[in-house]
């Protein structure tokens, strides 16, 4: 679990958050193409849960689609950030076909916070883009497990994350070029004796979504362009910002605007305009009884 000092560090504010990076028209797209896989299979109406919902990326674009296509479905966002939340709420409103709703709290405790809530035949699709790398180690199964509980048998999951062992492999010499010139500028230090946050292999994904009793029915990397505008506004965003200097020496001591204020500044020492990075996604379904 998050400690309350770190909790404090990354949570989003006016100032550093996602809304920037969110807009971002690769990074959209990325995410637009698996919900749309997912989409053609849901009936209507649907009933959708998408956790660590972040400022509303999801419920957006799902939003989008029931008016393309005309389906009718009701989405709940959950994130345990209030900014996020308030954000998401301010930017996402309900339509004719779709109503979306959010709630601030853990994918934790999704179980407890979507009581009453849940359709009694259970969920049509539960949505965890780009965000269960963000989930403490020790959860990710319990979390997993209970996707799979909330589903109705034939439901669907999708997952995508830029925080694999696959994320970096296109470019993997600019984002570590990346790094260590920030932490140059601010005449810092690995700390090898810090765990960074723990990376996965798409593998290792896989199988704890199996795990969890769902079959995976697709799966990809999908390698997406970040633009200079893109990675200026991620090193804007409080957790990546986090993730990044975790092990620098003496790290929260340093403010999140010298953090990001350095971030930016290697971009322009190196010259980096465009940086490949490299999505792994899963869709997967709840089996039906036997």
């Avoid at 939003?63 to 996402?92: M, Y």
């Amino acid at each position: 679990m998050l400690d309350r000092a770190l909790s404090s560090r990354v949570a989003q504010s006016e100032e550093y958050n996602f809304v920037a990076f969110a807009q971002d028209q690769a990074y959209r797209e990325a995410n637009r193409a698996l919900l749309a896989r997912a989409f053609a299979h849901l009936p209507s109406p649907f009933f959708q849960v998408d956790v660590a919902s972040g400022t509303g990326l999801v419920p957006q674009e799902i939003s989008a689609l029931c008016q393309a296509h005309g389906k009718h479905g009701t989405v709940i966002g959950l994130d345990p950030d209030r900014f996020a939340v308030e954000s998401a709420r301010r930017s996402t409103p309900s339509n004719p076909f779709c109503t979306v709703e959010f709630v601030e709290g853990r994918a934790q405790d999704m179980a407890r916070l979507l009581g009453g809530r849940i359709p009694p035949q259970g969920v049509d699709y539960v949505t965890i883009h780009d965000a269960l790398h963000e989930i403490e180690e020790e959860d990710k199964p319990a979390v997993l497990r209970t996707i799979a509980r909330l589903l109705r048998p034939g439901g669907l999951f999708s997952y995508n994350s830029a925080f694999t062992s696959a994320a970096m492999e296109v470019a993997a010499v600019v984002w570590g070029r990346w790094k260590a010139r920030a932490f140059a500028i601010l005449g810092g230090k690995r700390d090898r004796e810090v765990k960074g946050l723990i990376t996965h292999t798409p593998e290792e994904y896989r199988q704890m979504i199996a795990d969890a009793g769902l079959t995976v029915i697709h799966e990809a990397r999908r390698t997406v362009q970040m633009s200079r505008r893109a990675l200026e506004t991620i090193a804007r965003y409080p957790r990546f910002v986090y993730g990044v200097f975790a092990d620098l020496v003496g790290e929260d001591r340093i403010s999140l605007a010298e953090k990001s204020h350095a971030l930016i500044a290697a971009l322009d020492d190196l010259g980096i305009n465009e940086v490949p990075r490299v999505w792994h996604e899963l869709l997967a379904l709840k089996p039906l009884p036997t």
